[in-house]
């Protein structure tokens, strides 16, 4: 028998493209030492590491609670790899990323690998979502370079890691309120703001919030990189929240929700001025009527 440190299992998660958080999570929850993500068109695969000292069955009966969840999700494959240097290959799979026309997010340690006259939006990929690398909220940073003005007050609703909040801030806002629901995503978003990327603590208006309930502040610019029906839910105290000709930008919509939420813009105040689509993924813009 090798010894249980020549070896790990690996067993591979594959499931619709945008469940890449959801499956990383229900894979480190279930006691693995490292994933990692590849994309395949509309198709995600995560292959997840178990340690040798347990037999593969005893992983696999650990692991299938948590995917009892996704009956989209199939196990696709599974066996033995060969033991490699996570603790430095795992910071590989962040490379830096170019979004938009300004924009490059990426991880602290690629920090100077960035392409010249980019702006780089450091992230450390935590729990939080948002760490940039997925298409909805690469379609809000779209979006954002193109209606942000200089000077404006900006609300970041469903904030996560804050990268949102962050990218508005380095691009010439001069004050982001960030709200989330849930309370562990505060710190997470206070550091990659304020240690990662330098910026002044008086910039950031970070607490726990639900979508705009108790939010009586006045914005330029609302970004709200929710799903659908979180979405939905806020449509109707956005106009409120916006300063005369004051814009929106939704995304965590596929195309299909976006036609039906570009439905309810008006009747809510709200008139479309432009669209971008990163594979099945929307993110639109909208200004106070």
Same mark, same amino acid.
């Given at each position: 028998?090798?010894?249980?440190?020549?070896?790990?299992?690996?067993?591979?998660?594959?499931?619709?493209?945008?469940?890449?958080?959801?499956?990383?999570?229900?894979?480190?929850?279930?006691?693995?030492?490292?994933?990692?993500?590849?994309?395949?068109?509309?198709?995600?695969?995560?292959?997840?590491?178990?340690?040798?000292?347990?037999?593969?069955?005893?992983?696999?009966?650990?692991l299938e609670p948590y995917l009892e969840q996704w009956s989209e999700v199939k196990i696709?494959?599974?066996?033995?790899?060969?033991?490699?240097?996570?603790?430095?290959?795992?910071?590989?799979?962040?490379?830096?990323?170019?979004?938009?026309?300004?924009?490059?997010?990426?991880?602290?340690?690629?920090?100077?690998?960035?392409?010249?006259?980019?702006?780089?939006?450091?992230?450390?990929?935590?729990?939080?979502?948002?760490?940039?690398?997925?298409?909805?909220?690469?379609?809000? =940073?779209?979006?954002?370079? %193109?209606?942000?003005?200089? *000077?404006? #007050?900006? &609300?970041?609703?469903?904030?996560?890691? !804050?990268? $949102?909040?962050?990218?508005?801030?380095?691009?010439?806002?001069?004050l982001a309120y960030a709200r989330d629901l849930d309370p562990s995503v505060v710190s997470?978003?206070?550091?990659?703001?304020?240690?990662?990327?330098?910026?002044?603590?008086?910039?950031?208006?970070?607490?726990?919030?639900?979508?705009?309930?108790?939010?009586?502040?006045?914005?330029?610019?609302?970004?709200?990189?929710?799903?659908?029906?979180?979405?939905?839910?806020?449509?109707?105290?956005?106009?409120?929240? =916006?300063?005369?000709?004051? %814009?929106?930008?939704?995304? *965590?919509? #596929?195309? &299909?929700?976006?036609?039906?939420?570009? !439905?309810? $813009?008006?009747?809510?105040?709200?008139?479309?001025?432009?669209?971008?689509?990163?594979?099945?993924?929307?993110?639109?813009?909208?200004?106070?009527?």
């Open positions: 028998m090798p010894k249980t440190d020549d070896f790990w299992w690996y067993v591979t998660l594959s499931g619709p493209s945008g469940m890449e958080d959801a499956l990383s999570s229900a894979a480190e929850d279930s006691g693995c030492i490292g994933s990692l993500v590849t994309g395949r068109g509309d198709l995600v695969d995560v292959q997840v590491y178990y340690r040798a000292s347990r037999d593969l069955g005893e992983w696999l009966k650990v696709s494959d599974m066996g033995k790899i060969e033991n490699r240097p996570w603790h430095t290959e795992w910071m590989d799979a962040f490379p830096p990323l170019n979004v938009g026309e300004k924009l490059v997010v990426m991880a602290p340690w690629h920090a100077g690998k960035e392409d010249r006259g980019r702006l780089p939006v450091y992230i450390y990929p935590g729990s939080a979502f948002g760490t940039g690398y997925h298409q909805s909220t690469q379609a809000v =940073l779209t979006l954002l370079e %193109r209606y942000l003005h200089e *000077g404006d #007050v900006v &609300a970041d609703i469903g904030c996560g890691s !804050a990268i $949102l909040s962050i990218a508005a801030l380095k691009m010439g806002a001069s997470e978003a206070v550091r990659n703001t304020l240690e990662l990327n330098g910026l002044p603590a008086e910039k950031l208006d970070i607490a726990v919030g639900d979508l705009l309930k108790g939010f009586d502040h006045k914005v330029d610019l609302l970004m709200a990189n929710i799903l659908f029906e979180p979405n939905k839910a806020l449509l109707p105290d956005v106009s409120r929240a =916006l300063n005369d000709g004051g %814009r929106a930008i939704f995304s *965590g919509m #596929v195309k &299909a929700e976006g036609e039906q939420f570009k !439905a309810l $813009l008006e009747q809510n105040g709200l008139r479309l001025i432009d669209e971008v689509y990163f594979d099945d993924w929307c993110g639109l813009a909208a200004e106070k009527i």
